[in-house]
């Protein structure tokens, strides 16, 4: 059974720091382009972030709304991504998934989600 | 950025009745390489992570039952629920994944009338 279990989400203050981490299992994580998309309540859904695979040279992107202040990392050897969060907003507050972006044996969309973790930015 | 439009917000339909659902994108998301529209569409129920229906913009994901279909090329597509079940009343969101970011559009609202 395929499992991607987000952890770490939580109330933090306007400048502050958190780390989320999303645990694989079910999966060839190795192999994964791993991809982080929030939903702040009652909206729509806003990626985030992706990670490649070491394949692909662990190559990440980031929206243009979190770049310079999240940075997305794996351990393949945990079968975890992370999403660091640092200098967070008010407008960071959401629901963060982590979900798998599936690419063989061509891309197709996110096919294994989480069921999120809530994070709070506020004073 | 490749920017998703959908339309409508919401939309109630009765039971047994068809539920219509359109994305634009800004850009084709066709790709001349392998003439694949990169684009999917999810279900997201409430209090749940969404679920992968459609990719290649009229493939349905494996499971997915059969009153749920994709159609349209480039930059106009539709989502069709042929004939409407209660489980159906969700929130369906198209996305792209052609190019970087991947974006998503606003969301459709689909209810029972």
């Known amino acids: 059974e395929v499992q991607l279990v987000e952890s770490g989400g939580g109330l933090v203050q306007p400048g502050g720091s958190l780390k989320l981490s999303c645990a694989a299992s079910g999966f060839t994580f190795s192999g994964s382009a791993m991809h982080w998309v929030r939903q702040a309540s009652g909206k729509g859904l806003e990626w985030v972030g992706r990670i490649r695979s070491k394949l692909n040279n662990y190559a990440t992107a980031y929206a243009a709304s979190v770049k310079g202040r999240f940075t997305i990392s794996r351990d393949d050897s945990k079968s975890t991504t992370y999403l660091q969060m640092n200098s967070l907003k008010t407008e960071d507050t959401a629901v963060y998934y982590c979900?798998?972006?599936?690419?063989?044996?061509?891309?197709?969309?996110?096919?294994?989600w989480g069921q999120g973790t809530l994070v709070t930015v506020s004073s | 950025d490749i920017v998703m439009t959908q339309s409508p917000d919401s939309l109630a339909v009765s039971l047994g009745e068809k539920a219509t659902i359109n994305c634009k994108s800004s850009?084709?998301?066709?790709?001349?390489?392998?003439?694949?529209?990169?684009l999917a569409w999810y279900q997201q129920k409430q209090g749940q992570p969404p679920k992968l229906l459609i990719y290649?913009?009229?493939t349905r994901e494996s499971g997915v039952p059969d009153r749920f279909s994709g159609s349209g090329s480039g930059t106009d597509f539709t989502l069709t629920i042929s004939s409407l079940q209660a489980e159906d009343v969700a929130v369906y969101y198209c996305?792209?994944?052609?190019?970087?970011?991947?974006?998503f559009g606003g969301g459709t609202k689909v209810e029972i009338k």
């Open positions: 290649w913009a009229s």
């Open positions: 996305q792209q994944y052609y190019s970087t970011p991947n974006t």
């Open positions: 979900t798998r972006f599936n690419v063989i044996p061509a891309a197709i969309g996110y096919d294994y």
């Open positions: 850009q084709s998301v066709l790709s001349s390489s392998d003439s694949k529209n990169y």
